[in-house]
């Protein structure tokens, strides 16, 4: 994916994207849009690339800020999916 500038508000990217929660008052990390276990190996390798600061802009793999429970929580939901789509 290309890189693109974030223009979105500044006042948003202060709370969880699931929950609502303010990011400032919770554990939180980095979630992956898509999930990179939608991706293929070789497009997650140049995801991390990019994020050393040694890839290209192709290589971008968009991420937003979350609470870590929302994040963890997702998990077995990825899975799931996964596994359809795996078997279809």
Same mark, same amino acid.
């Given at each position: 994916?290309?890189?693109?500038?974030d223009?979105?508000? &500044? +006042?948003?990217?202060?709370?969880?994207?699931?929950? %609502?929660?303010?990011? =400032?008052?919770i *554990?939180?990390?980095?979630?992956?849009?898509?999930?990179?276990?939608?991706?293929t190996?070789?497009?997650? &390798? +140049?995801?991390v690339?990019?994020?050393?600061g040694? %890839?290209?802009?192709l =290589?971008?793999? *968009?991420?937003?800020?979350?609470?870590?429970?929302?994040?963890?929580?997702?998990?077995?939901?990825?899975?799931?999916?996964?596994?359809?789509?795996?078997?279809?």
């Amino acid at each position: 994916m290309r890189y693109i500038d974030d223009f979105s508000d &500044e +006042r948003l990217k202060a709370l969880c994207i699931h929950c %609502g929660e303010a990011i =400032a008052n919770i *554990p939180s990390n980095r979630d992956h849009v898509p999930t990179k276990s939608l991706l293929t190996k070789e497009l997650r &390798e +140049r995801g991390v690339e990019f994020d050393s600061g040694i %890839g290209d802009e192709l =290589a971008y793999l *968009p991420q937003v800020v979350v609470c870590r429970s929302c994040n963890s929580g997702f998990s077995p939901d990825e899975n799931y999916l996964l596994c359809v789509l795996h078997a279809v």
